[in-house]
């Protein structure tokens, strides 16, 4: 149970013909937003840098900052999409006979709520990638080292396999649409190894910067693609994890300065 008072925010004329209104909750500007029968309000303001989130595209519950493109989910706040990565603030929501009233959730509750969501969408993305990707547990210890002295040599049918260098670079070629930053700097190739069974066929290990991030399968595909496009690669295996979670101290500096992450 919120300690605050309910505040009215919105009233029945100012809201009629409206799904997105401008509000003010706590002192705080937020936006007042309709998602089918539901009324939800969040901050307006982007966790990123500061933007404000009011003119931001609507999209399958997700509103997108109009500055570098970062997502959140309406309904929760979680930030579904680099480069932001804290959740906007969120309020709860009560419609009466006059208007729409809003008052802050109790830390407890938002910390709960929050966690339940977090569980919620990690289930539903591992449930959902069978198709495309294995979620895999791994060894991190060659992440992002880019020195190319891992030993993946190996010679079969007279056909060299590529040095990991060699791939790191190739995969450098797969840059993340939304940020425009390849995969290697960003941090999520986890691992490169061959297979036991083939020394021509390799196994990637890669993360997505979010579980729900709508880019995931297009960097599958072009990791894929990328690797196998070398010469003494016969065929290359995407294993997807989420375990560890990427964050953003995995990306290279460069990639940080990049997208303004300190
Ligand atoms: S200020 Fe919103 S994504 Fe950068």
């Given at each position: 149970m919120s300690d605050f008072e309910w505040e009215l925010i919105a009233t029945n004329d100012e809201i009629e013909g409206k799904s997105r209104l401008s509000v003010v909750v706590d002192d705080t500007p937020a936006l007042l937003i309709q998602l089918g029968s539901f009324w939800y309000v969040v901050e307006d303001?982007?966790?990123?840098?500061?933007?404000?989130?009011?003119?931001g595209e609507i999209i399958n519950g997700e509103i997108k900052c109009p500055r570098h493109g970062a997502r959140f989910?309406?309904?929760?706040?979680?930030?579904?999409?680099?480069?932001?990565t804290q959740p906007i603030r969120i309020f709860e929501v009560s419609v009466r006979e006059d208007g729409i009233y809003s008052r802050p959730y109790s830390e407890k509750d938002l910390k709960s709520m929050q966690e339940a969501n977090e569980r919620e969408e990690i289930e539903r993305t591992s449930g959902s990638a069978g198709g495309q990707a294995a979620l895999v547990d791994l060894d991190v210890?060659?992440?992002?080292?880019?020195?190319?002295?891992?030993?993946?040599e190996a010679e079969s049918d007279g056909t060299e396999l590529p040095s990991e260098a060699a791939m790191l670079d190739k995969l450098?070629?797969?840059?993340?649409?939304?940020?425009?930053?390849?995969i290697v700097d960003l941090g999520l190739v986890y691992d490169i190894s061959r297979k036991d069974e083939n020394e021509n066929e390799v196994v990637l290990t890669m993360t997505l910067?979010?579980?729900?991030?709508?880019a995931g399968p297009q960097l599958i595909a072009q990791a894929k693609e990328a690797l196998e496009?070398?010469?003494?690669?016969?065929k290359a295996e995407i294993k997807m994890t989420l375990s560890p979670a990427w964050t953003p101290?995995?990306?290279?500096e460069e990639a940080r300065d990049q997208l303004g992450i300190f």
């Open positions: 303001v982007c966790t990123h840098d500061g933007q404000p989130l009011t003119d989910d309406i309904k929760t706040g979680i930030a579904k999409c680099m480069p932001a210890a060659s992440s992002n080292s880019g020195d190319g002295n891992a030993g993946t450098k070629s797969v840059i993340d649409p939304e940020l425009f930053v390849n910067t979010s579980p729900a991030c709508p496009s070398l010469p003494g690669v016969e101290e995995m990306m290279t």
